[in-house]
């Protein structure tokens, strides 16, 4: 199994940025896919999941009303769009499937500053 995420960069607070996660090695279309986050000094945490359909979408409070977590599944991507960017979401993102059981991609750097 591998994630492959790309998509970060620097951007200003209230800025935006569309993640992406490319996974292979396991049926996508059957699997609760979930972006996950490490922020300096912090537990990784978990920001949004989505079921396999991508009818249900659940999200962190932290982040509730300005991240949008979607999935297309022939491409097999799970895509994190953020908007209204703030310091503290400055981290590491990362996805997996739900719980955090597989191995980790290498994730992509989110850097909100000034």
């Known amino acids: 199994v591998q994630f492959v995420e790309s998509g970060g960069g620097w951007v200003q607070p209230g800025g935006s940025l569309r993640l992406s996660c490319v996974v292979s090695?396991?049926?996508?279309?059957?699997?609760?896919v979930t972006w996950y986050r490490q922020t300096p000094g912090k537990e990784r945490e978990l920001v949004a999941a989505?079921?396999?359909?991508?009818?249900?979408?659940k999200y962190a409070a932290s982040v509730e009303d300005r991240f949008t977590m979607f999935r297309d599944n022939p491409k097999n991507t799970a895509y994190l769009q953020m908007n209204s960017l703030k310091l503290e979401d400055t981290g590491v993102y990362y996805c997996?499937?739900?719980?955090?059981?597989?191995?980790w991609g290498q994730g992509t750097q989110v850097t909100v500053s000034s």
């Open positions: 997996n499937v739900f719980g955090g059981l597989l191995p």
């Open positions: 090695g396991l049926t996508f279309d059957s699997t609760v």
């Open positions: 989505v079921t396999a359909s991508g009818q249900s979408i």
